[in-house]
């Protein structure tokens, strides 16, 4: 069966510091793989998404940025947080090249700029 | 792209059906509909997915109509645990708008 990890759960980071989020996918293989961020009581808004190793798309322009130097490895970082960076960070996977659009996610990631 | 419309909100009580209801008035042809449930600080789970007329499995029921410019999550006898948000997503569009909150009182 496939799972995804996703770490650290919580993080409580000073602004101007770095960051590095990292997912990872077991049990399946070139896997397309999706960053969203959730603001309290909002929807998740799509950061990143990957169709393969090295392949990175952004949807939108921000101070973070994310690679894939795996086939099931993805990491979403940043050089120097922001304030408004804060927010609930969750990893996603999806079979590549199915027509059905289902997405599982991990456990989420929540992140503190202070 | 459909764009999809939901409820804000909803409340009901404990042994309540409930129904939420999705409009997406341009769906195109070859786009299914699928449905999400997010509870707090956890990722959305998939809960159930449609092309047209009914489907059910274990959780939930999803009833399509002909036309398949709307569709309905249909959760029987809901239980305080099924308080969440829920989201309707039409196609391969990655968006995840605001959801409809359901809240189930005892």
């Known amino acids: 069966s496939q799972t995804i990890h996703q770490w650290p759960a919580t993080l409580v980071q000073p602004v101007g510091s770095p960051l590095s989020l990292e997912c990872t996918v077991e049990?399946?293989?070139?896997?397309?793989l999706y960053w969203y961020r959730q603001a309290a009581g909002r929807g998740l808004q799509l950061l990143f998404y990957?169709?393969?190793?090295?392949?990175i798309s952004s949807e939108v322009p921000q101070n973070l940025s994310a690679s894939r130097p795996q086939d099931r490895q993805f990491i979403l970082s940043s050089k120097k947080l922001l304030l408004s960076d804060s927010g609930f960070y969750l990893c996603?996977?999806?079979?590549?090249?199915?027509?059905?659009?289902?997405?599982?996610f991990g456990a989420g990631t929540r992140l503190s700029v202070l | 792209l459909a764009k999809t419309t939901q409820p804000i909100s909803m409340d009901s009580y404990e042994g309540q059906e409930v129904n939420i209801t999705c409009s997406h008035n341009n769906i195109a042809t070859n786009d299914y509909i699928t449905w999400y449930q997010q509870f707090p600080s956890q990722g959305p789970r998939f809960i159930i997915q449609g092309y047209k007329t009914k489907v059910t499995n274990e959780v939930a029921s999803l009833f399509i109509p002909a036309d398949r410019k709307s569709s309905t999550l249909s959760l029987p006898r809901v239980s305080l645990s099924d308080t969440a948000v829920y989201y309707c997503?039409?196609?391969?569009?990655?968006?995840f708008g605001a959801g409809t909150i359901l809240r189930v009182k005892s």
């Open positions: 049990g399946t293989s070139n896997p397309n």
């Open positions: 990957s169709v393969g190793i090295g392949q």
């Open positions: 997503l039409v196609g391969d569009r990655l968006v």
């Open positions: 996603a996977w999806r079979w590549a090249g199915m027509a059905k659009n289902i997405q599982y």
